[in-house]
């Protein structure tokens, strides 16, 4: 399974920008980028993902390096909803549909 | 209902039981996935059935066994548990696509073995 190194924790205060980042130095060529996040309580829920270009949806940014060896997760205004632990997932282009979370960033909105 | 329904939320069992997890998705997904859920571990992919075949079975325990009756409900049946089973038992579902593949999960059952 590929690997992904996220720091344990951050903290952030509210409505300002949040630049979650992620290493995954064994990327393959056709390896997907996802990012979850699971809020208290809660199943993990989807995010963004991303191949080689840049992506923006209406919950956040993904920000990938021209290697692909890292990538950042973008909240542009941190709310205290955005509290959670964030996922940063390699799709493996040969397994499809299996997904291997690693441990995770705990982020904290500081009001 | 809609999304990835779970049931029961809560669960506890002991060792010498037999208890079933249910999951529904209501998304008309093609793939629906059991995830295990430890105290500061991260998730753990336990089963993935894709079109209703079984594609994985992570080295899961045979007290875990697993049945896909149809594309939308997936159960996990458990007998002769231990304590270290207990855990948070997430249950997911996608649309296997080319370059989609985004998973919806739902709540979750919080087991525990006593």
């Known amino acids: 399974d590929a690997k992904t190194t996220q720091p344990n924790s951050m903290e952030s205060n509210e409505e300002e920008p949040v630049h979650l980042p992620c290493n995954h130095s064994?990327?393959?060529?056709?390896?997907?980028i996802h990012w979850y996040r699971q809020l208290p309580s809660q199943g993990p829920e989807y995010v963004i993902h991303?191949?080689?270009s840049n992506v923006n949806n209406r919950m956040a940014s993904l920000a990938i390096a021209e290697d692909r060896k890292s990538s950042t997760l973008i909240l542009h205004r941190a709310t205290l909803r955005d509290a959670a632990v964030y996922y940063c997932?390699?799709?493996?282009?040969?397994?499809?549909?299996?997904?291997?979370f690693g441990t995770g960033t705990s982020l904290t909105v500081i009001p | 209902e809609t999304g990835v329904t779970q049931t029961p939320r809560h669960l506890v069992m002991g060792m010498t039981n037999k208890k079933s997890l249910k999951c529904e998705q209501h998304?008309?997904?093609?793939?629906m996935y059991w995830y295990k859920q430890s105290a500061k571990k991260p998730l753990e992919l336990m089963f993935v059935?894709?079109?209703?075949?079984?594609?994985e079975n992570n080295s899961v325990p045979s007290r875990f066994s697993p049945e896909c009756p149809n594309s939308s409900h997936l159960f996990l049946h458990l007998h002769t548990l231990q304590p270290e089973d207990s855990a948070l038992y997430l249950c997911?579902?996608?649309?296997?696509?080319?370059?989609?593949?985004?998973?919806?999960f739902g709540p979750g059952t919080r087991l525990t073995v006593t």
């Open positions: 997911a579902s996608s649309q296997v696509l080319a370059g989609a593949y985004e998973q919806y």
């Open positions: 064994t990327i393959s060529g056709t390896d997907y």
């Open positions: 991303g191949l080689t």
């Open positions: 997932i390699l799709r493996e282009a040969n397994t499809g549909n299996q997904f291997y």
């Open positions: 998304l008309g997904h093609n793939a």
């Open positions: 059935y894709s079109l209703e075949e079984r594609v």
